[in-house]
């Protein structure tokens, strides 16, 4: 089993509809989670990080967490073209940052 | 915009060739990471580093070597490359801030092995 997974997709959707990403853990102990947003051909830049149980609103992004089912999901309300991109998962296990391999994001004008 | 820098940003070289991947930042971040990216494929960490004289192992450690001497800088050594290490190196540093960790990463470098 991978320590962190995501679907890997593509996921598409159509411009101003939401978007879910979803990511599921291993370690029970990991306690910060991130979303990182990659386009084509650059490095990933963080977007949302979430600690607690619960959701996290951001703007048009909400980071989802809940623990006991070791899952985080990612919502992106009214998604635009320009939100295409690749959308990592990472969980900190243990003072090192782990990432799943991306949910890619297709958003059809 | 993130200070971290990765020379150089492409590179090829043939099999068997000693390389260092250089790796710099100047916000005075103490912890430091080397991932590997292949194309749609997930990060996987080779190395990582508290900072100046810690240095510890990822996934992919085994073929590479890595050193911290001063704060800003952290090169990546392949002793002996070969054709399995061709792939994308993303460097990357954060604050040392407990569970509120922000990784910011350089531009990468893409290395092929012929």
């Known amino acids: 089993q991978k320590e962190v997974e995501q679907n890997s997709g593509p996921l598409s959707v159509p411009e101003g509809a939401i978007a879910s990403l979803n990511c599921t853990y291993s370690?029970?102990?990991?306690?910060?989670f991130f979303w990182y947003r990659q386009y084509s051909g650059k490095s990933p830049e963080l977007i949302m990080s979430?600690?607690?149980?619960g959701d996290k609103e951001d703007g048009r992004f909400t980071a989802q967490l809940n623990k006991a089912s070791q899952y985080v999901s990612l919502l992106i309300r009214d998604s635009q073209p320009s939100d295409s991109a690749t959308y990592l998962c990472?969980?900190?296990?243990?003072?090192?940052?782990?990432f799943g391999q991306g949910t890619e994001l297709s958003v059809k004008p | 915009e993130a200070d971290i820098y990765q020379t150089p940003r492409y590179l090829v070289i043939g099999t068997g060739k000693k390389i260092t991947l250089e790796c710099s930042q100047t916000?005075?971040?103490?912890?430091m990471y080397w991932y590997q990216q292949d194309p749609g494929m997930e990060l996987h960490l080779i190395h990582y580093s508290y900072g100046v004289n810690s240095t510890e192992k990822g996934d992919l450690s085994s073929e590479s070597t890595v050193s911290r001497i001063r704060t800003e800088h952290f090169p990546l050594t392949l002793e002996s490359a070969r054709p399995s290490h061709t792939s994308q190196y993303l460097c990357a540093s954060s604050e040392v801030a407990g569970v509120n960790e922000k990784l910011f990463f350089g531009s990468g470098t893409q290395l092929s092995v012929l």
């Open positions: 916000m005075g971040h103490d912890k």
């Open positions: 979430i600690y607690s149980n």
């Open positions: 370690d029970r102990g990991s306690q910060s």
């Open positions: 990472a969980v900190n296990q243990g003072g090192k940052l782990i």
